[in-house]
């Protein structure tokens, strides 16, 4: 049997196994672009899971599975963290109530990570991390029938896992012209690779980057607990759903949240999952025991349990402290809008100029995690909030903050900033909000968008031999052409994006060229300058303007409409 505590140091250690090899897994993604890479977006969110998970002492198995599935949940960052942390949210599910774990309970476990996993993506590619951890799962589970023993489970787990990553190449031609296996099935079998070594006796792999534990005469070095922890008590708690309780959950967040924070309720047709951290623990289960029964209840001092344990290194610490917390506002207004960008002019632009309430950092390279994302919402003084994430490796993780936020949610898929900004156009705070939503996202369908920016590695891709440091031109997110100049490759990429409307009957009545922080004003103009000649000679008439958007890694956003 697997010990909550061998599950713990598990999953930790999985962290750090995959940590000291994410560029490795970056390196392995076919397109070339600087987005957000695997390996870093599944490093950074099970990352949150360790510190969370580092600081339980003699936890069931349960207990690690419901705080890696929050953890995991809330800290997901782009389409692979955001499927990570589903794959294990299983195991909340199906290690429910055990001490210990079985093979059985793992594999099952695991299935139940796959099952939710298919079910968050909208179209579901085979060869990539889906099919990877789904053929584990069958594998595990067959296994398990005749031998439930966990270490050989799971070592059925890794080796089917292994074997089909392997297969990756057959199932998508993109590997296998370049010759790589999927980087976020790689991703998932270095975790349960390094799982597997923990179960076996081993020892937790030490992170590259990790600091020494901070023990009790160390604890000035990042500030005393004692001031800096405003709400003591880390409570958790499962509640039976009673059939009769017509009580809405989100009431119960909506409590919770105003007694302490960290506030984390998700609830399914059964039970009703709770983690806080609060001064008054009676009153957090006083008003859940109006939901129905208890089956679990944790109540921990945060403060005793940091001086003891020794477990969370310096800079994880630090980095908690450091990050800015918004505060929750009590929703007033019947509209509010948080839209995902970088850099200081769409930050302006979107804030200042569409009225966005919140700007969230993040894009190209910054994916946010669904927590950030959370926290935005949250801070918008509305009733309904509508979400643009502006990034198609944004999406996954703003979707996973609907069913936790404590007011209406609707997340637009915005895959761009131009389409965020169109959408943000034709809001009309006369309509109600199905309403809105419809025209919002006709407007962000409408617009099409051009980006310029650099190649990250090597690669072929799509018949393009492509060099690191080339410019790289995409018409609507697909590779248009490669190109050297920066200068050229942006007018000649406006006059595609134009052709290709005015193929499909579509108007161009504007076109925005929106300029990165490596771009001046001066030769932003210039591009402007050499558009208009292109569309002149094409015989278009359109007004071409430049906006300082700030944007790190992207020459240029080209805005089509």
Request: glycine fraction near 8%; include cysteine.
């Amino acid at each position: 049997m697997i010990k909550g505590s061998v599950l713990r140091d598990a999953m930790i250690s999985a962290s750090h196994a995959l940590s000291n090899v994410k560029q490795a897994v970056d390196a392995l993604n076919v397109f070339p672009v600087p987005d957000g890479d695997t390996g870093t977006n599944m490093s950074m969110t099970i990352a949150n899971a360790a510190r969370e998970l580092a600081r339980l002492q003699d936890p069931t198995a349960t207990e690690v599975a419901d705080v890696a599935s929050s953890a995991l949940l809330r800290g997901a960052r782009g389409n692979s963290g955001v499927i990570l942390s589903l794959l294990f949210r299983g195991f909340s599910k199906g290690l429910k109530g055990k001490a210990e774990a079985d093979g059985n309970d793992l594999a099952v476990a695991l299935s139940y990570g796959v099952e939710a996993a298919y079910k968050a993506v909208m179209k579901p590619t085979e060869g990539t991390i889906l099919t990877v951890s789904r053929e584990a799962a069958e594998a595990g589970k067959k296994f398990a029938k005749k031998n439930k023993d966990p270490i050989a489970v799971w070592e059925a787990i890794c080796a089917e896992a292994e074997a089909s990553l392997e297969r990756t190449p057959d199932l998508l031609p993109q590997l296998k012209k370049a010759g790589v296996v999927d980087a976020g099935g790689k991703g998932f079998c270095v975790i349960i690779e390094a799982m597997l070594d923990v179960f076996k006796g081993g020892e937790i792999v030490a992170g590259d980057t990790q600091a020494a534990p901070v023990k009790a005469a160390q604890k000035s070095t990042v500030g005393s607990y004692e001031q800096d922890i405003e709400f003591a008590y880390c409570t958790e708690f499962i509640v039976g759903r009673d059939p009769k309780c017509k009580l809405d959950p989100l009431s119960l967040r909506a409590y919770l949240e105003s007694i302490g924070d960290c506030v984390v309720v998700v609830d399914d047709d059964e039970i009703i999952k709770v983690h806080v951290h609060t001064n008054h623990p009676g009153k957090a289960l006083e008003e859940a025991i109006k939901y129905g029964q208890f089956e679990t209840v944790k109540v921990e001092n945060m403060r005793i349990q940091h001086e003891n344990a020794g477990w969370v290194g310096e800079a994880d610490a630090a980095a908690d402290a450091a990050v800015p917390k918004l505060e929750r506002v009590e929703p007033e207004n019947d509209y509010g809008f948080v839209a995902v960008a970088a850099g200081d002019g769409l930050h302006s632009l979107f804030h200042d100029d569409l009225a966005c309430d919140q700007v969230v950092s993040g894009g190209q390279t910054m994916n946010p995690s669904t927590d950030d994302i959370l926290s935005a919402i949250e801070a918008t003084p509305a009733k309904t909030v509508f979400v643009l994430p502006n990034n198609k490796n944004i999406i996954l993780a703003a979707e996973q903050a609907v069913p936790l936020a404590d007011r209406k949610v609707v997340v637009l898929p915005t895959r761009t900033i131009p389409q965020g900004i169109a959408a943000m156009l034709a809001f009309n705070p006369d309509e109600d909000a199905d309403t809105n939503a419809i025209a919002m996202q006709k407007a962000a369908d409408n617009v099409s968008t051009g980006s310029v920016t650099f190649a990250a590695r090597d690669s072929d891709f799509e018949g393009h031999k492509i060099q690191e440091g080339q410019i790289l031109a995409l018409d609507n997110g697909k590779l248009s052409f490669v190109d050297t100049d920066v200068a050229v490759a942006a007018p000649r990429l406006a006059r595609r994006l134009v052709r290709g409307r005015l193929a499909s009957d579509k108007d161009v009545n504007f076109i925005t060229v929106i300029y990165g922080d490596s771009v001046s004003e001066q030769d932003a103009e210039a591009v402007c300058e050499n558009i208009r000649g292109k569309m002149s000679r094409m015989g278009v008439e359109v007004d071409v303007s430049a906006i300082p958007g700030g944007q790190p890694v992207y020459y240029y956003f080209i805005s089509v409409e």
